[in-house]
């Protein structure tokens, strides 16, 4: 099982990014899938997770500003982030849940004030 993160990068306070994330290998069907982030200096969090049936959770730091979704028949989740704050500065990891948590490489983001 391979995780391919993508849709990081640099902007400005107050803008926007979409992160993808496309999990593949043979038949891999994973019950959840999500976005974790990891600041410098902090531990990593838990940003948002949505199941196979897209019940949704956020971390409170990002209701209302972040969206998360996920394409079943391409077994790809993605996080719609609007409203970007210096404090959203992280590397952002996806993942999903199976018979364990699998992970992405990480892309990171990066919100200049």
């Known amino acids: 099982v391979q995780l391919q993160a993508s849709g990081g990068g640099l902007v400005q306070t107050g803008g926007s990014l979409r992160l993808s994330c496309a999990a593949s290998?043979?038949?891999?069907?994973?019950?959840?899938m999500g976005w974790y982030r990891q600041a410098p200096g902090k531990q990593r969090e838990l940003v948002a997770s949505?199941?196979?049936?897209?019940?949704?959770t956020y971390a409170e730091s990002v209701k209302g500003r972040f969206t998360i979704s996920r394409d079943n028949a391409k077994n790809t989740v993605y996080l719609q982030m609007n409203s970007l704050e210096p404090e959203d500065t992280a590397v952002y990891y996806c993942t999903a849940v199976l018979d364990k948590y699998y992970w992405g490489q990480g892309t990171l983001v990066t919100v200049s004030s």
């Open positions: 290998g043979g038949t891999f069907r994973p019950n959840v």
């Open positions: 949505i199941s196979r049936f897209s019940i949704t």
